[in-house]
């Protein structure tokens, strides 16, 4: 007798049923199930685009090992547990491992002239067969869990589809070919440093009159920007929240990626706050993505029973080890056609997503990704604080709205996204070697034509409220920022081919004004000497009255800032923070120390994550209830059973 055959006759005994059984009466049949069990379950899934299965296991009424067993004897298949009995890694050699991760197969063995394919979709084995080599076929199927062809794929795959998460997008508009020309930049910034120098010794007055009329045009430049942006956003109709919806809609499965990465302190806060959203359990996909050397969050996680809608992706060793990567790498085990991201610190509205998914169906096809509003739930910890939270009710509530509504590309938060699966699939997911990943998704969403959108519902964080991380964040955003911009003006006559003249415009008012403002921001402080009945530098040029005239405009411009900040916290839940909004003027020069430490490491270490970390205000969001049983020593209840109805 042949290993294959062994092999066969070790897998779980097949029962058949008649021809096109429901899956239902089949778990009724075995005694899994009765039949109230079953109405409701089948009541629940009328409103939702899930299969029966999948509601069963999200109520809690079967295991995931019962379903798969009943889908082998509805199907008259063999029933496969690879976790006993793992594939022939020789057959795995012979397929695409993207092709098996997507399609949600492996073969399993050889029986006599057939291939036996082990898949937890059925229904796909048609789709499946037209992906097989020659070699490989005739094949016949057999069924197994999801979560163990998962685990055979990280396994015998994983570096194969990390390497794959690292070049997903196009060398033309990712920051990976930067390695190359590191070297080069680094001289290049190291003479223009010494010219710079050399010209403050030789010429002091004309190159500071370059330098200052530099920083005018970039502070004009951003200034005009906060002001179209402001007028487009208060003008701008009120949407009303989508309703129900048209009799026969379902709602869509929607898979949430958590990247994590040495999240010890904030695992419990995270799983509980995760575990309020209010969508339909048998619809909701919540993927933690963690690193494999990461014990820390692993060992987290391992405290925790997780639900049968959590799962852990495991992302195998790699360069760079950065978000966009994971995100990359955990894309294709995504089961959902809506993709959502959240940060670890996130408490998300418990309505979000249910908002994203009647928002998704009632908007045009060109709008690909939806962003949702951040905003802090520790504003009060301290100063910091307090101004991050003006900051971000500025950007959220002012800015971006604005930049959506003059049709501009959208500099995208980096949690809160929510897209359409096949739109992000084929731009190739996200940079992986761009410290600011979701800005030049943003970008990269423009050029294809697709429209981003800003929506009314609120995902609360934690502020960074301590002042060297808070420069080591932002200077990561700020480097992040330079790359994008460096890439995607590598060919500006296909940027602006790509995008028309209006956005291309708005491309370069934006980036170009955010990065000079900052770096040459000291250019502009030199301006307060004045005040201070000190010589200026151009004093000699223009004379004191010129001097104190560009002194005084630059000070009208800043109090435009500070008026659409004052405007951005007019609501009672952060009218509080009014008072505090002068002392933006003090808060904003830090990040022109995040800026030099940014353009330094763009040019020596320019794929280097500079991590946040998380959980220092943990006890302003401390949670009421644990369903997870989180405390080690304990025993874990069973996660508590939730009944969703249409």
Same mark, same amino acid.
């Given at each position: ?95 695409? =491992? ?58 015998? %795959? ?11 997008? +196009?060398?033309? *508009?990712?920051?990976? #070919? ?42 004009? !430049?951003?200034?005009?920007?906060? @002001? ?27 898979? *949430?990626?958590? =990247? @994590? ?5 904030? #695992? ?34 391992? !405290? ?29 085990? %995504? ?12 408490? =998300? ?7 994203? !998914? ?10 690909? %990704? ?22 971000? +009710? ?9 930049? #959506? ?21 084929? @731009? ?36 960074? %409220? ?20 460096? *890439? ?35 250019? /502009? ?8 009945? @000190? ?5 000699? +040029? ?13 000070? /009208?411009?800043?109090?435009?800032? /500070? ?13 509080? /923070? ?16 995040? +800026? ?9 270490? =320019? ?40």
């Amino acid at each position: 007798m042949s290993d294959a055959t062994l092999r066969l006759e070790t897998a779980q005994p097949l029962e058949r049923s008649a021809p096109h059984t429901p899956l239902g009466e089949v778990l009724i049949g075995q005694g899994l199930l009765n039949r109230d069990d079953l109405n409701r379950a089948i009541d629940t899934q009328r409103s939702d685009d899930a299969q029966i299965g999948h509601v069963l296991v999200a109520l809690g009424l079967i295991t995931e090992q019962q379903l798969y067993r009943a889908l082998s004897i509805q199907k008259s298949a063999q029933f496969v547990d690879l976790a006993q009995d793992p594939p022939d890694p020789e057959l795995l050699r012979k397929i695409d =491992p993207a092709v098996m991760q997507k399609f949600g197969f492996v073969p399993w063995s050889r029986l006599g002239g057939l291939t036996v394919i082990a898949t937890a979709h059925p229904a796909r084995f048609p789709d499946i067969l037209d992906t097989l080599p020659a070699s490989l076929r005739p094949a016949i199927l057999a069924v197994a869990p999801a979560s163990t062809i998962e685990a055979i794929l990280r396994k015998e %795959c994983g570096n194969a589809l990390a390497r794959r998460a690292e070049t997903r997008v +196009a060398e033309a *508009v990712s920051c990976r #070919a930067m390695t190359d020309h590191s070297r080069y930049a680094g001289m290049v910034a190291a003479c223009f440093a010494a010219a710079v120098v050399a010209a403050f010794a030789y010429y002091p007055v004309p190159t500071f009159a370059v330098l200052s009329a530099v920083a005018a045009a970039s502070l004009l !430049a951003s200034t005009g920007l906060k @002001l179209a942006a402001f007028f487009a956003a208060i003008t701008a109709p009120k949407r009303a929240r989508p309703g129900a919806g048209p009799a026969g809609w379902r709602r869509p499965t929607i898979s *949430v990626l958590v =990247p @994590l990465h040495r999240e010890q302190r904030i #695992a419990e806060a995270l799983l509980v706050r995760l575990d309020r959203i209010d969508y339909p359990r048998h619809l909701l996909d919540i993927l933690l993505v963690v690193e494999e050397t990461d014990r820390v969050t692993h060992d987290a996680i391992a !405290a925790v029973r997780l639900p049968p809608w959590f799962r852990t992706i495991t992302v195998p060793p790699g360069h760079p080890q950065t978000k966009p990567r994971a995100l990359n790498y955990a894309l294709d085990f %995504c089961r959902g056609e809506i993709v959502g991201i959240y940060d670890a610190e996130d408490a =998300p509205a418990p309505d979000q997503l249910e908002w994203v !998914a009647r928002r998704f169906r009632d908007a045009p096809q060109d709008v690909a %990704c939806l962003q949702g509003v951040l905003d802090y739930y520790n504003p009060r910890e301290n100063w910091m604080a307090r101004c991050f939270t003006i900051e971000y +009710a500025t950007w959220f509530r002012i800015m971006l709205p604005g930049i #959506a509504r003059l049709g501009f590309p959208v500099p995208l938060g980096g949690t809160t996204l929510f897209f359409r699966r096949h739109v992000l699939e084929a @731009l190739g997911g996200w940079d992986a070697h761009n410290v600011t990943e979701d800005a030049d998704l943003g970008v990269r969403l423009a050029r294809h034509g697709y429209r981003t959108e800003l929506i009314d519902t609120v995902t609360q964080e934690e502020a960074n %409220c301590r002042a060297w991380p808070w420069i080591r964040q932002r200077s990561r955003w700020l480097k992040g920022y330079m790359a994008t911009y460096a *890439v995607h003006m590598r060919s500006p006559r296909r940027l602006l081919r790509d995008l028309g003249l209006w956005k291309f415009m708005g491309f370069q008012v934006f980036f170009l004004s955010t990065i000079t403002s900052f770096v040459v921001a000291p250019v /502009l402080w030199s301006f307060w000497l004045v005040v201070f009945g @000190l010589s200026h530098p151009l004093t000699p +040029a223009l004379g004191f009255a010129g001097v104190l005239l560009m002194g005084i405009c630059f000070f /009208l411009i800043e109090l435009i800032g /500070l008026s659409i900040a004052m405007f951005a916290v007019r609501d009672p839940a952060h009218r509080n /923070l009014m008072k505090w909004v002068p002392t933006l003027s003090i808060y904003f020069p830090m990040a022109t120390v995040a +800026a030099y430490k940014g353009l330094y490491e763009l040019i020596a270490r =320019p794929f280097f994550w500079d991590k946040t970390e998380h959980g220092h205000s943990l006890s302003t969001m401390r949670p009421e209830k644990n369903p997870f049983g989180l405390r080690r020593g304990r025993p874990t209840p069973p996660p508590p059973q939730r009944r969703h109805q249409p």
